[in-house]
């Protein structure tokens, strides 16, 4: 017998035409249980649901090679404080990035998925690149993935070198202090010296005084809108100062 809560758990992404069709071939079949509240679905249509859901599953978790870079193949998690940047300001970091690491730099990013995807579809032959990230869906990248949790800032593998990229790029989780501070430990324990924080608006003084960066004139954003001001902050010389927000 399978209760609403099963129910919901498979037919809780319905977002197309196709998930539709299956939801509206549901057969209620129903049992001998005292509870008429409880539908059973037919075996057929549970197969169904079953399979489409397991594909939906594998898309979330193998992108492809096609496009496995793509900012959005891997789906935000709320619960995770997930918020993509949009394309053209993933593009804008990225080339910063790029740009201030120099030939042959080391850049690693830092809860920052979507740079690093930007930075590996521009497939640049003049640098390399890492993501740490808690998120283990990203473990799809192979041996750039590095698993991260801020609450432990300096766990991290051997092969992480200390001051060993010539910048970090960090979007914070959590716009607050402990977050911020947690991730700062990783960030000076990474890099030679250059950093390109991403963050709210309201840490500007957290982030000088844990990190000495500068808020930019660049206006980050991202492909939903959120409730708090972002911005990008830098302690180098950034192409990030010459313009006041993406196009």
């Known amino acids: 017998m399978?209760?609403?809560?099963?129910?919901?758990?498979l037919t809780s992404n319905v977002k197309n035409d196709h998930e539709k069709r299956?939801?509206?071939a549901q057969v209620y079949e129903m049992g001998d249980s005292d509870d008429d509240d409880i539908p059973q679905l037919s075996s057929h249509t549970l197969a169904a649901l079953q399979e489409f859901y397991d594909e939906q599953q594998q898309r979330k978790t193998d992108p492809g090679e096609g496009n496995k870079y793509n900012i959005g193949v891997i789906e935000e998690n709320w619960?995770?404080?997930?918020?993509?940047?949009?394309?053209?300001?993933?593009l804008r970091l990225a080339t910063d990035a790029i740009m201030?690491?120099?030939k042959g730099g080391r850049i690693a990013c830092v809860s920052a998925?979507?740079?690093?995807?930007?930075?590996?579809?521009?497939?640049?032959?003049?640098?390399?690149?890492?993501?740490?990230?808690?998120?283990?869906?990203?473990a799809?990248?192979?041996?750039?993935?590095?698993?991260?949790d801020y609450n432990n800032p300096l766990n991290l593998p051997q092969k992480l070198i200390p001051h060993s990229f010539d910048i970090v790029i960090a979007d914070p989780p959590y716009l607050s202090e402990e977050c911020l501070r947690k991730t700062a430990e990783t960030i000076k324990y990474l890099t030679q010296r250059k950093i390109l924080l991403c963050t709210g608006a309201i840490m500007e003084k957290e982030a000088a005084?844990?990190?000495?960066?500068?808020?930019?004139?660049?206006?980050?954003?991202?492909?939903?809108n959120?409730?708090?001001?972002?911005?990008?902050?830098?302690?180098?010389?950034s192409g990030l100062n010459s313009e006041v927000s993406c196009s």
């Open 2 to 9: 399978w209760s609403k809560s099963n129910l919901l758990l």
């Open 140 to 148: 799809v990248y192979g041996e750039e993935f590095i698993y991260y």
């Open 79 to 90: 619960q995770l404080s997930q918020f993509w940047y949009s394309e053209e300001t993933a």
């Open 113 to 138: 998925p979507s740079v690093y995807q930007k930075l590996r579809e521009l497939n640049g032959e003049d640098f390399s690149v890492c993501i740490l990230e808690y998120d283990k869906r990203f």
């Open 100 to 102: 201030a690491a120099g």
């Open 22 to 24: 299956l939801c509206s």
């Open 209 to 224: 005084e844990l990190l000495g960066v500068k808020m930019c004139r660049f206006i980050p954003k991202h492909t939903r």
């Open 226 to 237: 959120l409730a708090n001001e972002f911005r990008c902050y830098v302690n180098y010389d």
